[in-house]
Structure formats: structure tokens, C-alpha cells
């Protein structure tokens, strides 16, 4: 008897227990699901100064297997363009907008325009940068200052990359680039040093904090990467010395044969001969030295690529890589620019050294197309774009849809599921002017834009479905082509067709006015024979 009633005792003691874990189970629980969002995280990687057929999966013969997996896994666009210079692809590439005022100074970024940091943070999301900003050095312009909750980079310019404060002689009396944590100066780096690492180290440091909260988060990677100065590890650069001794004329010719093989490129498109900056290989004197040149290149974006590798490994260790779209793309097409001149004493990857490849390089760097950084050509313009996400896009496959660094706002605010604001902080906003790529991403099309511009430094184009405008400021008239049947932009089509050069000459006249490209008291600038 006495055991049934402890028995009774007990159950009864058990049932109460239970129902009270129950009781206050059921809500925690619920808060746990609260707590979990489902929205996509967002990773957005961009090199600097990276040519158009570099990475493998562009045509490229440098080793970029990670880069490589996010093609065989995603989504490879043939047309998609950036504002080929650094500071401009920048401004739009975080606001959704097409630069304003030329591309002059810190006005790129003001209080009428929201950042990406700011419309996500806006929606819940965890937001970093770590690399290259370039849009302001001081409050309120700082990545930190526009919605990034952790930043680490260099603020302005491109430095050295083993010792970011070293002066820079491209500057006269040696500039020191301004690098920066938060809102807080950084003016010592340890020795060992190297900046396409440490931006890496906190990119993988973001994305294992914001991860343990449930909430979904926003990480952009800026690299300096391959930008000069030419700085890369012994051990990278010896992957590659030595391969380079065919000149650039076969690198070209190499890079070209498998663009057409993988499908990047038609093959009635005529592969440009020569620009005139660039020399026959076989008259070009100290040829170790220049492919020295080439070599600490590709070991800058082989070094990049292994950087990537460790930001994928941090999304699946930490569980999130399912649901992440992550992105690569460059800022601009390969740099022909010379600072401090050609100067074989100077050993290309070392420290000590302010090297660059030079514009025979960076025309390779672009096959198949004309021109290079800072003009408006697709040499200039045009990016390798690959998008991974397991999620949703089919891996493996390729897009023709045309599209501009403005889209990423709108495509990662539909991710987000919220709308781009039409006040911030008191301030009306500039309307975007991008267009979601979600569709796309999914293996679809849309309705595209109705056109696109482009302007810096005298160059300008405007591209309105299969037709691209061109100001060459060496002619100084404009061009016009087909880029379906030849985005290699070796026909002017101008002379056939002068009503449509002339109307779409106006078009960019008129968005020039709008976005501070021309002013109103330089009426004349801009125009000649179409």
C-alpha cells in the first residue's frame, strides 16, 4: 500500500513536472522561431583592377579553383558591366545609382543617397565590409558612418601590400593611404603582413559572429587584388615564373581559343588587333623582366583565390552556405596605366617596389576586348559576374541578360523582402535606378533596362538593348555597334545608322545633365559627330 501510494505520489509529481516543462517549452520554442530568419544571407566579392579573362572560368589560365567552383555550382553572366574606374563602380555598386556629379570626390557618396549598409541593416540584417572602400576617409563618409556594423580595409586608394603604410610614390612627397577599423585609425601592421589575407581574416570573423545569431547578414570583400603595386608571396609568384615567356600576342590568342570553347565568346566576333600603347612581343626588350611582371599578377590573384576559398570553407562550417548568394565580379578592366614609369631595376612582387604590368598586359588581361580601365569600351567596362547559390540558382549554367553593378541594390532588397526607402535620416532619397536580378539569378529573364550608361574621363557610352554608343576621346566622335554580332566593337555602324547615333547621343546628353556629368555652363561638352 505504501508502495502504490509513493507510486501515485510520484506520477502525480511526474505529470505536474511535465506539463509545466511543457508550459514553458512551448514559448521558447516559438521565440527560437521568431528569433531563426530564413532570408538569404549575401556575400559580394570584388576584386580591383582584375581584367575580363583572368579567372579560369573567364577564359583565364591562373589557377582559380575556388572562383572556378562558384562558376561549376552558379550562375556565369556573359553582359554585365561595371563604371570602369574604382571610386565611380564603387559608389554605384552601394547605392544603386549611377554616379553623380563626374565621378568627383566625395560627393559620389551624400546624404541623399542610402548604401547597401544601410537599406539592409534597415530590413535586419547583419552588415560588414572588410577591403578597399574608397568613397571618404573621414565622418561622415566612413564605411562605418553608412550602415556597416563591423569595417575593416583601407579607406582610400590602393597601398602596399605587405605594409599598407608605406608612403606611396606614385604621390609626390609619398602618400600614406588611410586604413582603418570601425571608427578608428590603423597605423602599425605586424610583420608578416599581407592585406588580401587580413581582409579575409575578418570577412571569415563577420561571418562566424553573424552567424551564431540566427539573423541573416550582408558581407561585402572589397580585395585591392590584382591592383598595383605589384605585391604578391614568393611562393605564389614562383607558380608562375616563367610561364609568361610567350608574350602577351599568345596570351591573347590562348585566353581567346578557350573563351570560344566554353561559350563566353562568339566566334564571328574578330579578335582586336594591338592597341597602340602595346608592342610587338618580339621587339620587347627584357623579356624575363616582364614576365616577372605577368607573373606577380597572376600569383596576386591566385593568392585572392585561395583568400576565397576560405570564406567558402566559413559559410559551410558554419552551416550557411545552402542558403548564401555569393557573388564575384571586378571593379573595372585590367589597368594600362604606368605610374613611376618602366623600370626593369624594379623587381616586380617585392615590398620594396612600386611595379605594374603596363598596358601589354592589361590588354591580354581583357581579351577579347578593346581598351582597358577608365575607358568606356568593354575593355573598360565589362566584368566576369559568377553568382552561386544552392538554394536557387541551377549550377552550371550561363545568363545573356545584361546587367549593371546599380542592380545589386534592388536584387538583394527583394532578397531581403523589403523596399528601397524614399527618406533616410530626414533626407528625401535619390530614386534607384537599378533593376532586380532575382529572376535572372533563378534561371529567368526580365525586363531589362531601357538603357545604360557609362562616363569618366572623357570617355562615355550609352547601351540601349543590342546597340552600344562610344566616345572614343582619342578620335573624339562617337561609334556605334552591334554588340550581338560584334561586342568586340570593331565596326562602326555610325555611318549606316546616323538617326539612331544621333538620338542615342542625345539620350546620354540628357542623363549627363541629370547625374552632374555636365554642368549647364558647359553647354558644348560632350557632343561631335555621330
Known sequence: ??????????????????????????????????????????????????GFSDIGCYGGEIKTPHIDSLARDGLRFKQFYNNAKCTTTRASLVTGLYPRNGGRGITLLNDRMVTLGEALKLAGYQTALSGK?????RAPHRPYDRGFDEYYGLMDGCSNFFNPVQPDPKFKGGRVRVFGENDRLIKQ????????????????SCIRKFTRTGKPFFVHVTYTAPHYPLHAKDKDVAKYKGKYGMGWEELRRQRHERQVKMGLIDSKWKLPGREREVGKWEDAKHKAWQDLRMAAYAAMIDSMDQNIGRILKALKDTGVEKNTLVMFLSDNGGCAETPGGNNPAYIPGKQEFYTHCGPAWAWAQNTPFRRYKSWSHEGGIATPLVARWPAAVKGGTWTNEVGHIIDFMPTFLEMAGTSY???????????????????????????????IYWHWAGTRAVREGKWKLTWDKRVKRWSLYDMDADRTEMKDLSGEHPKMAKRMAGQWETWAKKTGVIRKSKKKRGKGKP
Open 189 to 204: 601592421f605586424p610583420k608578416g603582413y599581407y592585406t588580401t589575407d587580413a581582409f579575409t581574416d575578418h570577412a571569415v
Open 133 to 137: 572602400w574608397h568613397l571618404g576617409s
Open 421 to 451: 526607402p524614399t527618406e533616410f535620416k530626414g533626407k528625401k532619397i535619390i530614386p534607384m535606378e537599378g533593376k532586380s536580378l532575382v529572376s535572372v539569378l533563378k534561371g529567368g529573364t526580365r525586363e531589362g533596362h531601357g538603357a
Open 1 to 50: 500500500m505504501t508502495r502504490q501510494i509513493g507510486t501515485g505520489t510520484s506520477m502525480r509529481c511526474m505529470l505536474v513536472a511535465l506539463g509545466l516543462a511543457v508550459m514553458f517549452a512551448a514559448p521558447c520554442d516559438a521565440v527560437k522561431k521568431e528569433v531563426k530568419d530564413a532570408r538569404p544571407n549575401i556575400v559580394l566579392i570584388m576584386a580591383d583592377d582584375m
